[in-house]
């Protein structure tokens, strides 16, 4: 079972930043969470990840709280391009990639 | 680059058929994995290659037959499925074995219809 819990949906004006939340509550001090999205009838791309600070990518923020219970992904400058099912994910090295349903944004013109 | 490629795009096959999807990738990468996707549900692992070695096997029924001939190709061989067997099919590959970790990249997918 995934070990995640995000929101079904979630809506984001075109030029606001999108702020996708996501709880995992249960993680274990050696787990990463990854982040990555999935636009409609194409393959998951991989966004970013982290294991307790925050990292930035030309894609993304990702904000982990202090005690990695909770994490959010943070587009700067939502496009309509960004609109898709976003997956967050927790793993440890030695654990295969568990997809949960994800939220499905929709950036709105 | 990032880049990993599938072939077809798109599958239609009977249920007496033998077919295969092809999967490449050219990073150096030496872990690849298949995934199954069904309509609005998530991707489900089906099978991890690891340095050209089968390493996990997510309990997938016979029918799927994965092989991976070197490195860079992997492919999975389709024999007498069912129509239930229709999905979108995920390839990907990573740096190193799902033990390591770090992210895996996907191919846009083989849409398999079996009528």
């Known amino acids: 079972d995934a070990k995640t819990t995000q929101p079904p949906s979630m809506d984001c004006a075109e030029g606001r930043a999108a702020n996708l939340p996501c709880n995992h509550s249960?993680?274990?001090?050696?787990?990463?969470v990854y982040w990555y999205r999935q636009i409609h009838s194409q393959g998951p791309q991989y966004i970013i990840h982290?294991?307790?600070n925050n990292e930035t990518n030309e894609m993304a923020s990702l904000i982990i709280t202090e005690d990695r219970k909770s994490s959010t992904l943070i587009l700067p400058h939502a496009t309509l391009r960004d609109t898709a099912v976003y997956y967050c994910i927790v793993r440890n090295r030695d654990d295969k990639i568990i997809f949960g349903k994800g939220t499905r944004l929709h950036i709105l013109p | 680059d990032t880049e990993v490629t599938q072939t077809p795009k798109h599958l239609v096959m009977g249920m007496t058929n033998k077919k295969s999807l092809k999967c490449e990738q050219h990073?150096?990468?030496?872990?690849m994995y298949w995934y199954k996707q069904k309509a609005k549900k998530p991707p489900e692992l089906m099978f991890v290659?690891?340095?050209?070695?089968?390493?996990i096997n997510e309990s997938v029924p016979s029918r799927f037959s994965p092989e991976c001939p070197n490195s860079s190709l992997l492919n999975l061989h389709l024999h007498a499925l069912q129509p239930e067997d229709s999905a979108l099919y995920l390839c990907?590959?990573?740096?190193?074995?799902?033990?390591?970790?770090?992210?895996?990249?996907f191919g846009a997918g083989t849409r398999l219809s079996v009528l």
């Open positions: 990073m150096g990468h030496r872990a």
């Open positions: 290659y690891s340095y050209e070695k089968l390493s």
């Open positions: 990907a590959s990573s740096q190193e074995s799902v033990g390591r970790g770090g992210p895996q990249y």
């Open positions: 982290g294991l307790k």
């Open positions: 249960t993680i274990s001090g050696n787990e990463y």
